[in-house]
């Protein structure tokens, strides 16, 4: 399962790259939109731990693919609202974008493990 461990990387990493980003928003962002990407990327995590960590994957994943594309959203608003450079805005969508190709190869290996468990 090298995929797994790749998406729980790079969303870590991304992490470690987003919250000083976060906390230099302005005060009237920075409990809003600040606190909700923050919280999106941790409950994004926690998706990615619980599949890693359970027999059936697949509704983990799926929960953690949906939160990706409204955190893209997010860091776009971000971007249009100029709380964001739009260089930081480019690593953030590359990151994103590796982040969902992963999940993406993760929830392909798992079906696929569900149909063998299945025959």
Known sequence: MPKEVDAITK???FLLWMIPKLEKFPRSQKFVLGDRIETLMLDILGDLIDAAYSRKKQPALSAANLKLEKLRYLIRLSKDLKLI?????EFAAGAVDGIGISIGGWLKFSR???IYESV
């Open 112 to 114: 696929r493990e569900d």
């Open 85 to 89: 450079n739009l260089k930081g805005y």
């Open 11 to 13: 969303l870590y990493d």
